[in-house]
């Protein structure tokens, strides 16, 4: 269980299986008991996997590019260390001020005020929520807290959620959540309103990874972290916990294929990450084939597709349950690329 993490604390090498050895030696096993039940090889293996499961896509393809011939990578955890250190920052900004969950619904209504016609169209849904601006200070209470708006200290710490983690120089450290579709934030993000953001699936991830990987059981990263100095703690974890290697040649050269979606609803993981991923396997790509082939050389084996308003892997007022496993089999095996 990743969420109740001690199994993690001093040991090695179940953190390198957590990380990315598992799913490795697990697909191995399931090609052999697979070729022996039927008595003739595989003629593709794929891999789906969305959150956790996008993040093992990643590490597989990344690491083991044999594996399968084609990947479908959701709403990944690309580099696991950043991330849980952006959920800290979530969880310490939220201390001071809890939102309880009968709030949600008032900071969803007035997002979505803000945002939904940003596109041309009022629909509820955001297509574009990187390009929405919300004015949370009209939503101050005037007098004493109210069920129907924001103490200062509630609104300070939305607005750090909504920008992201920042060192003490101001340098953006992670994405941020952008405003839109925050019904699902009680269990991401705010949990039950009260000290901490516990119990949120935010709050018990940061915990876990902070007390049982990197800083010792006893460590209370809301309260201790340093986000100027604490970070280089990452750095002996960087290569089993992230997925965040971008150069994908090995993958590509095996006429491996990659299809990437993420919810631009996502309260657990930020939509922008998945984008500077992207982005950076483009400018890979560019560096050896030259700037002007980057993004054909990168259509050829990876195509990333947006998905407005889902959330983490699911729900959404927009469209959240597809199967992404046939376009990929057209794909790979007869080299029709997925065009939306």
């Known amino acids: ?71 479908v990578v959701g709403n990944p955890v690309i580099d696991r260390t950043r991330l849980m250190m952006s959920y800290t920052y979530n969880a310490r900004a939220l201390a001071p001020a809890p939102i309880p969950p009968q709030k949600i619904a008032l900071l969803e209504k007035a997002t979505l005020a803000a945002c939904d016609g940003r596109d041309g169209l009022v629909d509820g849904v955001i297509d574009s929520p990187a390009q929405c601006k919300v004015d949370l200070r009209a939503l101050t209470c005037r007098g004493g807290d109210a069920a129907d708006c924001f103490t200062a200290g509630q609104v300070a710490a939305l607005e750090k959620i909504y920008s992201g983690p920042h060192d003490s120089k101001g340098n953006r450290l992670y994405p941020g959540f952008p405003p839109g579709h925050e019904d ?24 876990g990874f902070m007390r049982y990987f990197v800083f010792g059981e006893k460590y209370d990263a809301v309260a201790d972290f340093n986000f100027d100095r604490d970070i280089a703690a990452f750095a002996p974890f960087e290569k089993d916990q992230d997925a965040a290697q971008t150069d994908l040649s090995a993958f590509k050269a095996r006429g491996g294929k990659i299809m990437h979606y993420h919810g631009l609803g996502d309260p657990d993981i930020p939509a922008q990450n998945s984008i500077d991923y992207y982005d950076k396997v483009v400018a890979d790509q560019g560096k050896k084939h030259g700037v002007g082939k980057a993004q054909a ?44």
């Open 297 to 340: 050389e990168t259509d050829s084996f990876y195509r990333m597709f947006m998905v407005p308003a889902m959330g983490h892997c699911r729900r959404g007022p927009g469209p959240n349950t597809f199967d992404m496993l046939p376009a990929l089999d057209a794909w790979v095996d007869k080299g029709v690329a997925p065009t939306q």
């Open 184 to 207: 699902d934030y009680e269990a991401y993000i705010t949990g039950s309103g009260k000290l901490n953001s516990h119990p949120s699936g935010q709050w018990s991830f940061q915990d």
């Open 1 to 71: 269980n990743s969420l109740a993490a001690a199994w993690a604390l001093n040991n090695v090498q179940a953190q390198i299986n957590y990380g990315h050895r598992a799913t490795h030696v697990v697909a191995e096993l399931s090609k052999q008991i697979l070729r022996k039940f039927y008595e003739r090889n595989e003629q593709r293996s794929y891999f789906v996997g969305c959150s956790n499961g996008g993040k093992m896509g990643l590490t597989e393809l990344q690491k083991y590019p044999q594996d399968f011939d084609g990947v």
